[in-house]
């Protein structure tokens, strides 16, 4: 994956106003944004993203993405420890082939905005910036226990942008699992 910005995380004091520079709502108290480089256009790479149900293909942690409506989703993610969070989502932008940035809604489990631009990069494709605010279960030992898991958002977000690259670039997603099917074949 190619970081075209240098991951960002700003300190308590500053989150709300760093998020509100960037358009986003003042829901949460920690801040990340992470870009990679992709060789597709960029109105490719936002209808794919656009169709939300097709996130969970990617995103680790994703259970499910359930869309209600042409702005509203329901999302359930993996938490630390086998647990789940969910929320609703609302787009508050959509500039199509551009950026989509959207707010929880309804009494999340965990306050979250965001937003994903995707910018073209000449013959190099197009830049994919996530930027998310939330509000980290639990405040800092949350976040702790949240990576001890592998679950914390910035580790997330590098993994999930690499995945997306994987797949619209090549099809595929690489793993380390095992063939499984190949597996049982050798041991029948």
């Known amino acids: 994956m190619t970081d075209n910005a240098p991951p960002t995380t700003a300190k308590h004091g500053d989150t709300a ?6 358009g986003l709502d003042g829901k949460g108290n920690a801040l990340l944004s992470r870009s990679v480089t992709i060789n597709r256009p960029a109105a ?19 259970e499910s993405v ?36 959207w707010t929880s809604v309804n009494g999340p489990d965990v306050s979250n905005s965001g937003r994903i631009e995707f910018r ?8 994919v910036t996530a930027t998310i605010h939330y509000d980290a279960p639990a405040g800092i030992v949350g976040r702790a226990v949240a990576k001890l898991f592998q679950r914390e958002p910035g580790i997330q ?3 999930d942008l690499r995945r997306f690259k ?4 090549t099809g ?14 050798e041991a029948a």
């Open 172 to 185: 595929e997603i690489a793993t380390n699992a095992p063939n499984l099917k190949q597996h049982e074949e």
């Open 120 to 127: 073209a990069s000449g013959q190099r494709g197009t830049v």
């Open 157 to 159: 977000a590098r993994r």
């Open 17 to 22: 106003e760093h998020a509100a520079s960037l």
């Open 44 to 62: 490719e790479l936002y209808a794919y993203w656009r169709d939300f149900a097709n996130l969970a293909t990617f995103m680790e942690n994703v």
């Open 166 to 169: 994987q797949l619209m670039e």
């Open 66 to 101: 359930e869309v209600r409506d042409d702005t509203t989703s329901h999302w359930t993610v993996k938490g630390p420890g086998g647990s789940s969070v969910e929320w609703d989502a609302q787009i508050t932008q959509d500039i199509p082939g551009q950026a989509i940035a």
